[in-house]
């Protein structure tokens, strides 16, 4: 069977300041009911910054593999096209990327006005945070372009 991409040409990626190997496009917020749906690119052969999840997140890879590393770098974790995860808030934290290509990935953030992502460093410092404000401001910064 051949290895079919997605299309995803038309999608308005837009990328975060010191947030290598990672694009995004916010799909939907709803914030009433604290759900944020975003679509995530993850490099291929690449791995973004460690970081925590701090609120739920419902996801569906779209394609490529999506893979999960421990904060030492080694692979954890490695989802393939068309596998659905609900992950619960950790305290784990750890980084994503992608496999041999791109990894296109679904995400649905959900229950959360307060932080929903925590960015640290190597020594597992808190360095930034995500929160439903922040992906508001993106949103609107992404629907001005």
């Known amino acids: 069977m051949a290895n079919h991409l997605f299309d995803d040409t038309p999608i308005q990626w837009q990328t975060i300041t010191g ?12 914030k009433a009911n604290t759900i944020i749906d975003v679509l ?3 490099a291929a052969r690449q791995q ?8 739920l997140n419902h996801t569906f890879v779209i394609q490529g593999e999506h893979r999960l590393y421990r904060p030492d770098g080694t692979l954890k974790e490695a989802r393939a096209v068309g596998g ?19 990894a296109l990935v679904f995400f649905s953030i959900r229950g ?4 929903l992502y925590e960015i640290l460093d190597d020594d597992l410092n808190i360095i ?18």
């Open 128 to 145: 930034a945070t995500l929160s439903m404000q922040d992906f508001v401001n993106l949103h609107q910064n992404q629907a001005d372009l």
């Open 19 to 30: 947030f290598e190997h990672l694009h995004y496009a916010i799909l939907n917020i709803d």
């Open 40 to 42: 995530f690119k993850f």
């Open 48 to 55: 973004i910054v460690l970081h925590r999840h701090k609120a």
């Open 112 to 115: 959360s006005e307060g932080v």
């Open 84 to 102: 659905y995860t609900v992950s619960q808030p950790s305290d784990e934290p750890h980084r994503e990327g992608g496999g041999e290509v791109d």
